[in-house]
């Protein structure tokens, strides 16, 4: 019996309810499965049904309550490959057609504000894509895509290679409009320049309505199909009672096409189709350029989408399968050969290789992995087979984490942009009552110059250049981020990190690369070594502290211990046979402030093991220090940047450190309490930036200027430092610094050409001193110098 295409339900009624899916008619078993379908594929997720694993859900009713044009986008089978999700809290990234200006995205972010159940919205006018998140319990995705769509924009969830189409597709468009500007300008110009020279002085007064009326229908097609792009966006903000940039523009447009043909009907006056069509081609030019420039901006994040492979090797029955990746599920067995890449994150089950991960870190060197260590999709498995289980899949994957991060750093806008964003809107209402003023004023001293003056004042003040200032910066500067394998998770990053001057290094993870292993082990009691490390490792089970995962293969389920408390930066405690047994600091485990110099070595960390108070064991902990730590510090004290070291360990091997390292405040045997009193201490006369652990230290980071901890794998997701440095590489602090510096410089050079620029040609074009197509050309220059300035910092060497 033939099945439904959708739910795989048989079909019943023959051909009765069929729906056209990739060039054929497949047969749904019911109404309501023919209108879902139908709904999948008219929202252009035909990519749905070639990489399901799982039938759909049967659509029992006869037809889906409200469904509509974004309802396949609720499906929970769609959605699984969309839609990153905690708790009811759900998120994603949109790809938002027609947006033209930092006016748009606010206009959407407020709109969709209004929703109930709508937790945040931040649009990104540069790439043309916004994060939104939302609760599920109150609002469904559909409505927030229909509530977009009421505005005038299309929005759809952002997928790669069906955005590179529309990208393609949107600029074979534009390039139309502005071939067919170019062409008219050209055409009317001959005319206009005849004119103007005196040529045609002789002639009748026929002939020259002639060329006026040959003038119009070439300018026309200008008027009409290239300047449609500012009609549709003044319209749309004058629908909410809001003025944009394009509102000026599109006024003058309109305005000298309707003058000039009022004028040719008539056959006397001023005819202005040369400057119409100029101008709406220079307009257009400069758009062009800003599109292609946004696009060069944002393609970091397009490649990290690519990363992972559409194809998987899955173990079956000994045997390695290739399926789509989109199939696999948590659990599946996958082979990774040498050279191909990762399809899943997962854990080694078996084989030993090297991967490189400098696609996700931006580090070169391949990492080792072997048995039950964590690997990532996007990598690349480099030297020998492993076997893979899969951990997590779409959304949930460190790719997916890495591109929401950077989203977010992208659509985070500093507080000079906001205020950049606001002066625009007030900008556009500010020139359209100094041009009426204008118009006004040259009707009482020069009627014939009126129109085109008030037309230049338009044009040439267009505040554009004003809004693409900080949006172009900030994009470029997290795409060097993302380059460099920094991750920003809060806004305001760009801002602060220029002003920090002193910086607080935590020891463990920060300045010793964090990977601690067993060294001597010594005896002080009647217990063996075997017995000693068993119960440390006891003691320690279930913590995610460093010191812990060196105990976890000594873990010995017949040393049962009960009663286990973990006192902060002094050690952890429990009852072993009606005993107290400790593991920690010699202080802790002594209950006493001695100090036994003879177990004491500076150089490595130590932790001791006591029972009823009784000295029994000591660990030696060895943890190498990060190589580039020395750099780093003498290069931010070259920069006039304080350093600190704080830290919970209260042994002579901070002091070792500290000493090695040349730093010479040292904070040692800290509680996380004490720690914030010494951020707090330190922030009444500076600004200071924190390293630590970004999972165990974040009421500490929270106090902090700014926060930095060094992040690695899924850790990232937990992480609530701001500033997060993948891999290895502590020196990617100081790039941090070097882009963000770069990054302010350009916004403010930018900001300060744009209003420049209006405070010089202002006046010019009110005094009558700048024609309209030279304020056109005034305006495309003046927004593309902003968006090049912009571009230097992709340039960037460092």
Same mark, same amino acid.
């Given at each position: 019996m033939t099945s439904c295409f959708h739910c795989n339900e048989p079909v019943l009624t023959a051909d009765k309810f069929t729906t056209i899916i990739d060039g054929q008619?497949?047969?749904?078993?019911?109404?309501?499965?023919?209108?879902?379908?139908?709904?999948?594929?008219?929202?252009?997720?035909?990519?749905?049904?070639?990489?399901?694993?799982?039938?759909?859900?049967?659509?029992?009713?006869?037809?889906?309550?409200?469904?509509?044009?974004?309802?396949a986008y609720d499906l929970p089978e769609v959605q699984q490959d969309l839609v990153h999700q905690q708790g009811t809290l759900k998120s994603l990234s949109l790809s938002i057609d027609g947006i033209t200006c930092a006016a748009c995205a606010w206009l959407i972010e407020h709109k969709v504000k209004t929703l109930s159940g709508v937790a945040s919205i931040n649009v990104n006018s540069t790439t043309q894509r916004a994060i939104v998140a939302w609760h599920s319990?109150?609002? +469904?995705?559909?409505?927030?895509?229909?509530?977009?769509?009421?505005?005038?924009?299309?929005?759809?969830?952002?997928?790669?290679?069906?955005?590179?189409?529309?990208?393609?597709?949107?600029?074979?468009?534009?390039?139309?409009?502005?071939?067919?500007?170019?062409?008219?300008?050209?055409?009317?110009?001959?005319?206009?320049?005849?004119?103007? =020279?005196?040529?045609?002085?002789?002639?009748?007064?026929?002939?020259?309505?002639?060329?006026?009326?040959?003038?119009?229908?070439?300018?026309?097609?200008?008027?009409?199909?290239?300047?449609?792009?500012?009609?549709?966006s003044a319209i749309r903000s004058l629908l909410l009672g809001k003025l944009n940039m394009d509102l000026s523009v599109s006024i003058a447009i309109a305005g000298a096409y309707i003058a000039s043909c009022i004028a040719t009907v008539n056959g006397n006056g001023e005819v202005y189709f040369e400057s119409v069509s100029m101008f709406t081609f220079f307009l257009l030019l400069g758009r062009y350029f800003e599109q292609q420039a946004k696009q060069k901006a944002s393609v970091s994040s397009s490649n990290l989408h690519k990363l992972v492979p559409v194809t998987a090797h899955i173990m079956q029955d000994g045997q390695a399968i290739e399926v789509a990746a989109k199939r696999l599920k948590i659990g599946d067995i996958i082979l990774v050969r040498p050279g191909d890449i990762v399809a899943a994150d997962g854990i080694v089950i078996k084989g030993l290789s090297s991967l490189n991960e400098s696609m996700l870190t931006g580090e070169q060197m391949p990492v080792l992995k072997q048995t039950n260590q964590a690997v990532y999709a996007g990598t690349i498995n480099v030297d020998q087979p492993l076997e893979v289980e899969v951990t997590a899949l779409g959304q949930d994957q460190l790719v997916a984490e890495i591109i929401r991060l950077q989203e977010f750093a992208s659509n985070n806008k500093p507080n000079i942009a906001l205020l950049a964003d606001r002066l625009a809107r007030y900008f556009s209402a500010t020139i359209l009552t100094?041009?009426?003023?204008?118009?006004?004023?040259?009707?009482?001293?020069?009627?014939?110059?009126?129109?085109?003056?008030?037309?230049?004042?338009?044009?040439?003040?267009?505040?554009?250049?004003?809004a693409l200032a900080t949006p172009t910066a900030v994009t470029c500067a997290t795409a060097i981020f993302t380059k460099l394998g920094i991750i920003t998770r809060k806004s305001g990053v760009f801002e602060k990190l220029p002003n920090i001057n002193h910086v607080v290094f935590d020891k463990t993870g920060t300045l010793t690369c964090g990977k601690l292993s067993l060294g001597t082990v010594q005896l002080f009691a009647d217990i063996d070594q075997s017995t000693a490390l068993s119960l440390a490792a006891n003691l320690e089970q279930g913590s995610l502290h460093p010191i812990a995962q060196v105990f976890i293969p000594y873990h010995d389920l017949n040393q049962a211990i009960d009663d286990v408390r973990h006192e902060v930066s002094q050690g952890v405690q429990?009852?072993?046979?009606?005993?107290?047994?400790?593991?920690? =600091?010699?202080?802790?485990?002594?209950?006493?402030?001695?100090?036994?110099?003879?177990?004491?070595?500076?150089?490595?960390?130590?932790?001791?093991?006591?029972?009823?108070?009784?000295?029994?064991?000591?660990?030696?902990?060895?943890?190498?220090?990060?190589p580039d730590s020395q750099?780093?510090?003498?290069?931010?004290?070259n920069q006039s940047i304080g350093v600190s070291m704080a830290t919970g360990d209260s042994s002579g091997h901070a002091n070792f450190l500290a000493q090695r390292l040349n730093i010479t405040d040292v904070h040692s045997g800290l509680s996380p309490q004490s720690k914030l009193d010494l951020i707090n201490q330190l922030q009444q006369t500076k600004q200071v930036a924190m390293f630590g652990d970004g999972v165990n230290d974040a009421p500490v980071l929270a106090g902090a200027n700014i926060s930095v901890a060094m992040g690695s794998g899924s850790a990232i997701a937990k992480n609530s430092a701001d500033l997060i440095l993948l891999g290895d590489h502590l020196s990617r602090f100081n790039d941090a610094i070097t882009v963000s510096k770069y990054a302010n410089r350009i916004i403010k050079q930018n900001l300060a050409w744009a209003?420049?620029?209006?405070?010089?040609?202002?006046?010019? +074009?009110?005094?009558?001193?700048?024609?309209?197509?030279?304020?056109?050309?005034?305006? =495309?220059? =003046?927004?593309?110098?902003?968006?090049?300035?912009?571009?230097?910092?992709l340039r960037l060497k460092l």
């Open positions: 008619a497949q047969l749904m078993c019911c109404p309501g499965c023919q209108a879902v379908s139908q709904a999948i594929i008219d929202a252009g997720l035909i990519n749905y049904y070639r990489f399901r694993s799982e039938p759909g859900n049967k659509q029992s009713a006869l037809i889906p309550d409200g469904l509509n044009q974004f309802s319990d109150d609002v +469904a995705l559909s409505q927030i895509l229909k509530q977009i769509s009421d505005i005038g924009y299309q929005a759809a969830p952002y997928q790669v290679d069906d955005q590179e189409k529309l990208s393609k597709a949107e600029s074979r468009k534009f390039l139309l409009r502005l071939g067919l500007a170019g062409f008219a300008t050209m055409q009317v110009m001959m005319f206009a320049l005849a004119l103007y =020279s005196g040529y045609f002085s002789a002639l009748d007064i026929e002939l020259r309505d002639y060329f006026r009326w040959v003038s119009m229908i070439f300018a026309a097609p200008v008027v009409f199909y290239s300047a449609q792009p500012f009609y549709f100094i041009a009426t003023l204008t118009y006004f004023i040259w009707l009482q001293i020069s009627p014939e110059d009126a129109f085109w003056v008030t037309l230049s004042v338009l044009v040439a003040t267009c505040p554009c250049a004003l429990g009852y072993f046979k009606g005993k107290i047994i400790k593991l920690g =600091s010699l202080a802790f485990c002594l209950q006493q402030s001695e100090r036994l110099s003879k177990h004491k070595n500076i150089e490595h960390q130590h932790v001791y093991l006591s029972i009823a108070n009784v000295l029994v064991a000591s660990f030696e902990l060895i943890d190498d220090i990060r750099t780093v510090i003498q290069t931010l004290r209003f420049g620029y209006n405070v010089i040609i202002l006046p010019l +074009a009110v005094t009558g001193h700048v024609v309209p197509y030279i304020a056109a050309i005034g305006m =495309s220059v =003046s927004s593309i110098i902003v968006v090049s300035n912009s571009l230097r910092l």
